[in-house]
């Protein structure tokens, strides 16, 4: 049988891994699909790429079909989130000079305690605080703004959080342009090899159960080719199953690091994905359980809760009505697809829709379809919560 | 009789924004500014105030622009992008073309239709100029790999240009490859043996 060919646009990251592996190590394939997949320079362009039809599904930052649902930012076709690729993996970094700065204080960079990074952070800064993030709508900008606002940094009020592509990130901080960013791997780990900056903290520091990307595709092509969806959502699921297993990332930092994917050194790679950053000059390392997720605690569902936070999030941000927003948001992530894809497969499904996030300091057994399925920590680092249940 | 438009062009190769210049003069009277250093992209265009900014899609400071979409305050012009509120034809066909166009909210479709006709035009030819410069550096390369193929099979085995060719032609038939593929796996065994 000849293979179905499905076209997948992506950002060269390391989180891009479920896609790359699912079509590398086969389990495309075992669907009869092919992955057709086509790098883009941009998120923007991503989100265009996907709305007119160019690539049929896409790596997506978690945010982007949320705003478009609402309306904000380059409002094309409607889009819908029927997995997540993968839970945390962000970085904040900080220039030389900041670096420093924070040295001088005393601040020891454990890079696991989001307080006293940030509560260091803001008295380390000269004047107002600046900020690059890859995109308007991103987990980077979410968790800064929530990060900060808790830390009594009210954004946008008294911070400058702007939009700088990760490839210009050294030259933006070079020029003084910015002072710290956040940004997904391996642009920190690059940051710190050529001398850029250094790391803070990870992102999981503020959220530990963070949905980073998304696997996004039009909501009618949803409709039109739910079969040949169902095949993409096993494949991903799959792939992100093997991701899932320690033994499959060095592998996986080979396969990433290939010209036609990252182009980069795989031992660059393999610090994210083992969660061993290397986060100044001297060659610090530390380890961050967690980094980045692509199977473990059903990383892979789709929660409406989720959705909804974000949602929130913006309407808050940009003005919006909330209980609109979070009506909207909701209905962008979709568990009733996923669900239904991976109906008859071993996949041990939730019972739930939406759950709470946050408030979950330790993992914790769920009700499932089969009864096993554990929940890792989900907390902000302030110990807020949020319940979709309430108000 | 209303002011003309005035136009940013984000684009860092001087002769590729000249021409856009050239195509874009010849659609109209305008008002077109050329932004080559994309380093504080979003103040220079907030400086500028333009109505309509051009970018070609490949260039990642396009997200950049995404951020000019959220300006909110009273003094801000808001820019929409122009997919969000133009016919899907001629959307698509921007998009197709490789260009992103930012449009000043309010401003009339029919004022904009010319300017985006001639940077579609223009892209697309950039486009088909781009592919075909790839093309012609693959073939450069694969031509230079052939030739020291043959060169290595004419010394080891004693034998002329063309017989080495036809060497080289008739393994890859036998084994369902390119001529290419298989002067390039000789050039690295005999770099591995060396």
């Given at each position: 049988?000849?293979?179905?060919?499905v076209?997948?646009?992506?950002?060269?990251?390391v989180d891009?891994?479920?896609l790359?592996?699912?079509?590398?190590m086969?389990?495309?394939?075992?669907?009869?699909?092919?992955?057709?997949?086509k790098?883009?320079p941009?998120?923007?362009s991503l989100?265009?790429?996907?709305?007119?039809?160019?690539?049929?599904?896409a790596h997506?930052?978690?945010?982007?079909?949320v705003?478009?649902?609402?309306?904000?930012?380059g409002?094309?076709?409607k889009?819908?989130?029927?997995s997540?690729l993968?839970?945390?993996?962000?970085?904040?970094?900080?220039?030389?000079?900041?670096?420093?700065?924070?040295?001088?204080?005393?601040?020891?960079?454990?890079?696991?305690?989001?307080?006293?990074?940030?509560?260091?952070?803001?008295?380390?800064?000269?004047?107002?605080?600046r900020?690059?993030v890859?995109?308007?709508?991103?987990m980077?900008a979410?968790?800064?703004?929530?990060?900060?606002?808790?830390?009594?940094?009210?954004?946008?009020?008294?911070?400058?959080?702007?939009?700088?592509?990760?490839?210009?990130?050294?030259?933006?901080?070079?020029?003084?342009?910015?002072?710290?960013?956040?940004?997904?791997?391996?642009?920190?780990?690059?940051?710190?090899?050529?001398g850029v900056?250094?790391?803070?903290?990870?992102?999981?520091?503020?959220?530990?159960?963070?949905?980073?990307k998304?696997l996004?595709?039009?909501?009618?092509?949803?409709?039109?080719?739910?079969?040949?969806?169902?095949?993409?959502?096993?494949a991903?699921?799959?792939?992100?199953?093997?991701?899932g297993?320690?033994?499959?990332?060095?592998?996986?930092?080979?396969l990433?690091?290939?010209?036609?994917?990252?182009?980069?050194?795989?031992d660059?790679?393999?610090?994210?994905?083992?969660?061993?950053?290397?986060?100044g000059?001297?060659?610090?390392?530390?380890?961050?359980d967690?980094?980045?997720?692509?199977?473990?605690?059903?990383?892979?569902?789709?929660?409406?809760?989720?959705?909804?936070?974000?949602?929130?999030?913006?309407?808050?941000?940009?003005?919006l009505?909330?209980?609109m927003?979070?009506?909207?948001?909701?209905?962008v992530?979709?568990?009733?697809?996923?669900?239904?894809?991976?109906?008859?497969?071993?996949?041990?499904?939730?019972g739930?829709s939406?759950?709470?996030?946050?408030?979950?300091?330790?993992?914790?057994?769920?009700?499932?379809?089969?009864?096993?399925?554990?929940?890792?920590?989900?907390?902000?680092?302030?110990?807020?919560?949020?319940?979709?249940?309430?108000? | 009789?209303?002011?003309?438009?005035?136009?940013?062009?984000?684009?860092t190769?001087?002769?590729?924004a000249?021409?856009?210049?050239?195509?874009?003069?010849?659609?109209?009277?305008?008002?077109?500014?050329?932004?080559?250093?994309?380093?504080?992209?979003?103040?220079?265009?907030?400086?500028?105030?333009?109505d309509?900014?051009?970018?070609?899609?490949?260039?990642?400071s396009r997200?950049?622009?995404?951020?000019?979409?959220?300006?909110?305050?009273?003094l801000?012009?808001?820019?929409?992008?122009?997919?969000?509120?133009?016919?899907?034809?001629?959307?698509?066909?921007?998009?197709?073309?490789?260009?992103?166009?930012?449009?000043?909210?309010?401003?009339h479709?029919?004022?904009?239709?010319?300017?985006l006709?001639?940077?579609?035009a223009?892209?697309?030819?950039?486009?088909?100029?781009?592919?075909?410069?790839a093309?012609?550096?693959?073939?450069?390369?694969?031509?230079?790999?052939?030739?020291r193929?043959?060169?290595?099979?004419?010394?080891?085995?004693g034998?002329?240009?063309?017989?080495?060719?036809?060497?080289?032609?008739?393994?890859?038939?036998d084994q369902g490859?390119?001529?290419?593929?298989v002067a390039?796996?000789?050039?690295?065994?005999?770099?591995?043996?060396?």
């Open positions: 049988m000849r293979a179905v060919t076209s997948v646009g992506f950002i060269p990251l891009a891994a479920p790359i592996v699912a079509q590398e086969g389990f495309a394939a075992e669907e009869g699909i092919n992955l057709a997949l790098p883009a941009s998120w923007s989100r265009d790429m996907l709305s007119f039809g160019q690539v049929e599904a997506m930052l978690s945010p982007i079909p705003a478009t649902a609402l309306g904000l930012g409002a094309g076709a889009l819908s989130a029927v997540v993968s839970v945390n993996g962000n970085v904040i970094g900080v220039s030389n000079a900041l670096a420093a700065r924070l040295h001088d204080q005393g601040h020891d960079f454990g890079f696991n305690d989001a307080y006293k990074a940030g509560t260091a952070l803001i008295g380390a800064a000269k004047g107002r605080l900020i690059g890859p995109f308007p709508f991103s980077h979410e968790l800064l703004y929530y990060w900060l606002s808790a830390l009594g940094l009210p954004a946008p009020q008294s911070v400058d959080i702007h939009t700088v592509p990760p490839p210009l990130m050294a030259d933006a901080m070079e020029a003084g342009d910015i002072d710290a960013f956040c940004v997904g791997e391996p642009w920190g780990s690059q940051a710190v090899d050529t900056g250094q790391l803070l903290l990870p992102g999981s520091a503020i959220w530990s159960c963070a949905p980073e998304v996004a595709v039009r909501s009618d092509w949803a409709e039109q080719e739910s079969a040949l969806m169902g095949r993409l959502i096993r991903v699921w799959r792939a992100g199953r093997w991701l297993e320690p033994d499959s990332r060095m592998l996986t930092s080979e990433l690091s290939r010209p036609e994917y990252l182009d980069l050194p795989s660059m790679l393999e610090r994210a994905l083992m969660g061993r950053l290397v986060i000059p001297a060659g610090e390392e530390r380890h961050v967690g980094f980045v997720e692509f199977f473990k605690g059903a990383a892979t569902f789709p929660w409406r809760s989720q959705a909804e936070w974000i949602g929130m999030q913006l309407a808050t941000r940009m003005g009505d909330q209980a927003a979070r009506n909207v948001a909701g209905g992530f979709r568990s009733d697809i996923h669900c239904q894809a991976l109906a008859g497969t071993t996949a041990d499904l939730p739930a939406s759950k709470v996030e946050g408030g979950l300091e330790a993992p914790m057994a769920v009700a499932s379809e089969a009864g096993h399925l554990i929940l890792g920590q989900n907390r902000f680092f302030d110990g807020r919560v949020f319940d979709p249940k309430g108000d | 009789m209303s002011a003309p438009l005035s136009i940013i062009v984000v684009e190769d001087r002769t590729r000249q021409l856009i210049v050239d195509s874009l003069r010849q659609a109209g009277d305008f008002d077109i500014y050329i932004i080559a250093e994309v380093t504080g992209l979003a103040r220079q265009i907030q400086a500028r105030n333009p309509i900014v051009l970018i070609d899609i490949e260039n990642p997200d950049t622009m995404e951020e000019l979409t959220l300006a909110s305050g009273p801000d012009r808001p820019v929409a992008m122009f997919v969000d509120r133009s016919d899907e034809g001629l959307s698509a066909a921007a998009i197709e073309a490789g260009v992103s166009a930012y449009i000043v909210d309010g401003l479709s029919n004022r904009v239709k010319p300017i006709d001639a940077a579609i223009r892209f697309r030819m950039f486009q088909r100029m781009r592919t075909e410069l093309e012609t550096k693959k073939a450069l390369e694969e031509r230079k790999v052939i030739d193929a043959k060169g290595m099979l004419m010394r080891a085995k034998i002329g240009e063309d017989e080495a060719y036809a060497l080289l032609r008739k393994t890859a038939m490859r390119r001529v290419a593929d390039q796996a000789l050039v690295t065994a005999a770099g591995l043996l060396a």
